[in-house]
């Protein structure tokens, strides 16, 4: 590994970076306002349908909502019902009939108990709570609700006794992390009832500490001790398009309403998740969120109004998903719930690695055996390419004395010093950017993994054994950083290089201490692909340093590299040619103007 890495880094990043800054995020913002501008203009023509809508009847005469501070120091103690899975126990309130608790028993929190998805305390802040807005249909969205069996699950019954009842029934299977929600709406009264249906999930968004965290999101300080886990964050599929916000600020001043056909909206928790959408069909509808003071991140999701004639039902049918966004569990839910995990930009290196990964560990029990074997599969994907790097390398270190003799002979002319090291590489055969092509193919690789690592639960807590019990996580101990630098040190030593000797020195100390360092923030099974690939470059460099360099056929066809050489340089020939005749007849019309002026001046003289 020579300068070029550094390069290839710097170069990579500062592209990343620069779409963000200057592609995605005015693109991103421009979207977002082009939504709410669509949102506002739907809901100025909502208003004015409303408007010219014709009034009920007197004998409609719209319901006054019911008080909703005193249906909350009216109402019976809570009545709560349990439900345990193979992998979660779920609590259901009487308060609202909302999702009180959800608990995953297969992972644990930083305290060693498992991890709560519903982190909130007050009951008008439990999950999945439904309210009614813009019409005469009024629902408390935490009303004591009655607690009844069901056929198919159980359900929650409220009602107001004069203008509607409610029933909220749960269909569950233990062995899914996905669930069924039914709303059933009866109008009681004598008249026509609407309203716009209003489904929330709240989540607690945890205080970060300044200056916490990492990219791997295991190692940073939360002002109550908890991981990235606790960092509830918008995200929602609209339109086909997956809608996230990270920016504390703008969660604060309200993210949306954006509008479009709704797939499904999340409290996401990076790892976790809780999402909810219509269970059949894609409506439109408008999704927003708001961070509150408190630390508890409201999402909301409206749907088309709902309207009830006299003694009418409707019922309103959700699909729910509280658990791990574990690829399987996702995808049988449906509903593109699988894309709730954001694999970046190279997902489609990120999603096979993860399954090569996984289908390696089913055999060796071991994601850490895993991981060098699928470095081991990369390196034998990537060694053509890398076969021909180190020969091109090791030819430019050869040509290293002509090339330097080359600018001795010709000084400070550095378009002929340009012309002779392009007619040395044709006549050598040498591609001079061929030591970068596998560095800039195994970027992506690298980026890939990080990824995969970053964001699927799979990989989440699972120990690669001794020492690291989360391979999601840092090294407690930089072990496996510190073996990094060294085996970085070893393979800088044995790689041609094509600089002068005070430069080589130079990269060979700094290269793998600034790439070290980087390595000791970064997850542990990244840091363990990249030691195990140094090593595999080490043996591979011992092994060409025994083989034989290939002789060149004669006679064989020119390389690519060749006939791009032979263009270029007559190309540059007959660039040469057209400057050479431009500056002789240039000199021709300064002489041409020089002796007329003489002409001019004796024929002054004689008068």
Known sequence: MDKRWLIVIIVTLGFLIGYQLLVAGPEQAKRAQEQQAAAAAAAEAARQDAAQAPKPAAAAAAPIAPDKTAALQSRPPEQVVQAKGDEYRAMFSSYGGMLKSYTMESYKNEQGGPIELIDVRRPEDYALGLTFDGGN???PIAAPYSVETADKGFSFRWSDGKYVEVTRTYILDKRKHSFELEVTLRNLSAGELRGTPVMRINGFRAQQQAGGGCMSG??????????????????????????????????????????????????DRHYFTVAAGPSKGDPQALVAYQLRPDRVLVGEMRLPEV??????????????????????????????????????????????????????????????????????VVKLLLLPITQRMYRSMNKMKKLQPKIAEIKERLGEDKEAIQREQMELYKREGVNPLGGCLPMFIQMPVYIALWRALFSAVELYQEPLGLWIQDMSAPDPYYVFPILLVVTMFISQRMTPTAVDSAQAKMMQYTMPIMFGFFMFMLPAGLVLYILANSLLQIVHQLWMLKMPEPEDKPGGKPSLFSRLMDRTMAQSEEMKKLKDMEQQSQKRREDRAKRLADRRGRGAKKK
């Not at 997956?242 to 509008?259: F, I, K, N, S, Y």
């Open 137 to 139: 249909l009024a629902l």
């Open 307 to 376: 309207v009830l004639a006299p003694g009418a039902s409707e019922t309103l049918g959700f699909l729910v998903f509280a658990g791990p966004k574990r690829m399987d569990l996702l995808q049988a839910a449906g509903r593109q719930l699988d894309r709730s995990i954001d694999f970046g930009w190279f997902w489609f290196l990120s999603q096979p690695m993860l399954w090569l990964m996984k289908w390696f560990q089913s055999f060796v029990g071991n994601f850490g055996i895993a991981i060098i074997l699928l470095t081991i």
């Open 218 to 267: 295991g190692c940073g300080g939360y002002s109550d001790g908890r991981s990235l886990v606790a960092m509830a964050s918008p995200k929602a599929l609209l339109n086909e398009e997956l809608l996230e916000e990270t920016d504390e600020e703008v969660m604060a001043t309200r993210v949306g309403p954006l509008q479009g056909k709704v797939q499904w909206f999340a409290i």
